[in-house]
């Protein structure tokens, strides 16, 4: 009787292994886009927890919580506390303050439209309006339809990728040292985002995609649009960062945001600066005439509460001084 109990629960033990090896990667996790935060904090609640080394694929409202669907829908019954709603927050395991989480993104899927906004108190335009306008445009075969003259090939980005802050509240409207709405066009499939972790687990929050933007975001919108986004995070131990920095293959960049484009433009040269100066064996002289020589400082956006730039380094020049990324 023991050795037949014995058979069976071997013969259990081996179709439970075959029915794991069969299901979905046990390492990737679906995210829907039913709960958001619209602040990044210390101590929120995560909705989901996963593995370092997770796959997450996320499911984002657009920037307006999809509340703008038709032409004829009427943007005063906008509920604006539901702005920048941003899917999360994941906490992933082992992640403690002081270390950096890598974020691969591997796509980024947009909705079948965008939406584009303009308002009198919004933008850097904002005084040539009277009051706040929208428009739907549809996104078909990978292009928006701007008009019967132009469609534009999008260029999928994620506005909002965020974790949880070292201190204070920080709404999902607003980028910081954290990530958060740092609404730079460089955010998109096939680069990797360096964000410093604060609190335990990261608290990992994304949402505001938009189809395509312009560096500085003039209107205060991109094209947005809900989306789906499919990212791999890994927690780096090995790694310090004070800032968002992005790795889109050729470059290296320091995202920094502040109060004015000027602050923003400080920290983010003197970050570079920092890193360059651990990771290279130049002297602050020479690492200045390099970074002035090849470096180049972008605008992101000028109009989230605080202004956001990049200072960006060519990894073909730091890879002959021994630096060829993180
Ligand atoms: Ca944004
Ligand atoms: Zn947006």
Redesign the pocket.
Known sequence: MMMYFMRLMLVVFILAGLCTAALADPETFEVNDEKSIYAFTQGMTPILTVPNGATLIIKTK??FANQLQKPDDKIDTVDWNQI?PATGPIFIETAEPGDVLEIKIESVEVGKQGVMMVDKTFGVLKDRFDGMYFRIMPIEDGKIIFDEKLSIPIRPMI??IGVAPKSGSFSTGTPHSHGG?M?TNLIGAGVTLYLPVSEKGAMLAVG???AI?GEG?IC???V?TPAVVTLKVNVRKDMKLNNPVLDDGANIMVIASAQTLDEAAVIATSDMADILAAKIPLDMENINYLMSALGNLHISQVVDPLMTVRFSMGKDILSIYGFPGF
Request: net charge negative; aromatic share 0%; with cysteine.
């Open positions: 657009d920037c920048n506005g909002v709405n609404d505001d995609i938009h933007q975001e205060g919108t991109g947005e």
